[in-house]
């Protein structure tokens, strides 16, 4: 069973999360079965973007989608995963070459430096014209080299996003995903340190990263091997056992991560209708119909003739848009 486990540090400005995909991550790739699956690298890479995208959307109080992406320049064109306030989680990558099986990720998406890492909110309630919120870092270092973690990019992003130290530790295969965070949690008017009270904060500031940096080196510690097979009660009693940790009631089963797909076939019109009818149109003149399917269900929508025109005879009711209809 998938789950979602929250614990802080009692007295310490740490907080930590740990999460385990099972069934939720096996039904992603069992999804992709009959497209041939992922190459076992890509398996690996989109099951550590969706571990993480899990545990990120966790750690933020928004009411909307995160989706984590990766735009790469080699043969992993891109990469999405995708989760909801409510944990529900779909995963999909775009693979258009030969990938080996032990395929580093610069090999697959940063082979000449373009790959992007980009994280997107999207808000539940989006007024028309109003633009998702997305940040993006780079697949390189400070100096330019290339990372090779994904863990990396991320806590990149965490910094200088949210100027948040966190750290992360990330492992994917094809029975589970799962991830460890541990964050330093921001100080009261941590922000805004000008006057009187600066330096008092600054060495409260000192004394708490010394407890961050411990737990973090401990979480660091993690093996992969051992993300991907113990248990979370096994897994944070072998790293924290000297700490005072306080667990939270775990999130599983419905309450927890689980596959879903928000794909519909509203949303599958509404794509068509901004095609336009002529594209549509010129489709069906060469194939009978219009055939459209989910990258991250696999689910197919047909529309044949009658289907498309109704498309558009509703559009066609609406007052039309400047530029117009001929
Ligand atoms: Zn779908």
């Not at 100096?143 to 992360?168: A, F, G, P």
Request: with cysteine.
């Amino acid at each position: 069973m998938s789950e979602l486990h929250k614990f802080l540090f009692e007295g310490l400005p740490v907080r930590g999360m740990l999460v385990r995909l099972t069934d939720s991550w096996q039904e992603i790739l069992r999804r992709r079965q009959q497209a041939g699956g992922y190459p076992a690298a890509v398996t690996e890479l989109l099951g550590e973007m969706t571990a993480a995208a899990t545990l990120m959307q966790a750690n933020i109080k928004f009411n909307g989608a995160l989706i984590l992406q990766v735009q790469g320049d080699g043969p992993v064109k891109l990469a999405v995963a995708e989760v909801q306030p409510d944990l529900a989680l779909r995963a999909t990558a775009t693979v258009t070459g030969e990938v080996a099986a032990d395929a580093p990720l610069s090999h697959m998406v940063n082979v000449n430096n373009q790959g992007r890492c980009a994280i997107t909110l999207d808000p539940k309630d989006r007024l028309p014209g109003q633009q998702p919120y997305q940040g993006v870092v780079p697949l390189f270092g400070d100096r330019r080299e290339k990372l090779e973690k994904l863990s990396e990019v991320i806590e990149h992003y965490m910094l200088q996003s949210e100027q948040l130290d966190t750290r992360l530790v990330l492992a994917a295969n094809d029975q589970a995903a799962a991830g460890l965070l541990i964050q330093r949690l921001p100080l009261q008017g941590e922000s805004n340190l000008a006057g009187a009270g600066a330096m008092a904060r600054d060495e409260d500031q000192i004394g708490r990263n010394e407890d961050y940096n411990r737990i973090a080196i401990l979480a660091a510690s993690l093996k992969r091997e051992e993300l991907l097979t113990l248990d979370a009660d096994t897994i944070l009693h072998r790293l924290f056992w000297e700490e005072d940790v306080r667990r939270f009631e775990p999130q599983t089963g419905a309450d927890g991560p689980r596959f879903a797909c928000t794909c519909s076939r509203e949303r599958v019109s509404g794509m068509l209708k901004s095609l336009g009818r002529e594209e549509v149109e010129s489709i069906i003149a060469e194939q009978g119909q219009v055939e459209v399917g989910c990258d991250f269900c696999g689910a197919q929508y047909h529309f044949d003739p009658v289907d498309a025109a109704q498309v558009f005879l509703q559009a066609a009711s609406q007052p039309p848009i400047a530029g117009g209809t001929h």
